[in-house]
């Protein structure tokens, strides 16, 4: 079965600082897309990076970046150069063909001043 | 290009109603999944259509359907209200039910049951 882990119920970061938010899977199928999701307080999901599990190159998307290493079935949102408004509930997901997509527990980021 | 819409945007009903909320797609999609997800807790999968048909639903009584119309608009009902219905409804939608698409989410339907 399907599984998204996702260790660290809550990280702080100093503003300006870089921050790696953990997320690790499970599948059987050689054919997967993992996706990582934002959620602020306002409760809207918005959708940052998508990894592909036969893409050859790490993911990125302005200042997120996805450090995919397939043989520890691990997808790591990685965040550059931290903003106050990147404090929110971050959110890792799979979804394999023909099923639906399966989220992690989460992860609340808080940004310091 | 408009995003996924939801309505209403909150919605108040006491125990032993019915609830139905609504989901528009962003233009060109046609799978559409329901997400419930209670005050400080991740995603819970309900419901997921594609193309008219239930595709698959989560673990959830039978009192929660939905239905996928032609224009992949959908809607999901909630009957016999129980208070733990309480929580925020998320709608999403993607272009094609494959392993590469992107699910894009609506504001979501806040749901109180008092």
């Known amino acids: 079965a399907q599984k998204i882990t996702q260790t660290q119920p809550g990280m702080f970061v100093q503003e300006k600082e870089a921050v790696t938010l953990d997320c690790t899977y499970d599948t059987s199928d050689p054919s997967y897309g993992l996706f990582w999701y934002k959620q602020p307080s306002s409760g809207e999901m918005i959708f940052l990076i998508y990894?592909?599990?036969?893409?050859?190159q790490n993911a990125t998307e302005g200042r997120y970046s996805l450090n995919f290493q397939k043989a520890r079935k691990s997808a790591n949102l990685v965040i550059s150069a931290s903003q106050l408004g990147d404090s929110a509930m971050y959110f890792c997901a799979m979804k394999n063909y023909g099923q639906n997509f399966v989220f992690g527990p989460g992860t609340r980021l808080s940004v310091l001043p | 290009e408009a995003g996924v819409t939801q309505s209403p945007t909150h919605l108040i009903k006491t125990r032993g109603q019915q609830a139905t909320l609504r989901c528009s797609p962003i233009?060109?999609?046609?799978?559409v999944y329901w997400y419930q997800q209670a005050l400080g807790l991740g995603l819970q999968f309900l419901l997921w259509y594609d193309e008219g048909e239930e595709r698959n639903r989560g673990n959830f009584p039978p009192r929660f359907s939905g239905r996928q119309f032609p224009n992949y608009s959908s809607e999901l009902n909630v009957n016999a209200l129980e208070l733990e219905d309480s929580a925020l409804y998320l709608c999403?939608?993607?272009?094609?039910?494959?392993?590469?698409?992107?699910?894009?989410f609506g504001p979501g339907t806040r749901l109180t049951v008092l």
């Open positions: 233009s060109g999609h046609t799978s």
């Open positions: 999403a939608s993607s272009f094609v039910s494959t392993s590469t698409d992107t699910q894009y």
């Open positions: 990894q592909g599990s036969y893409d050859q």
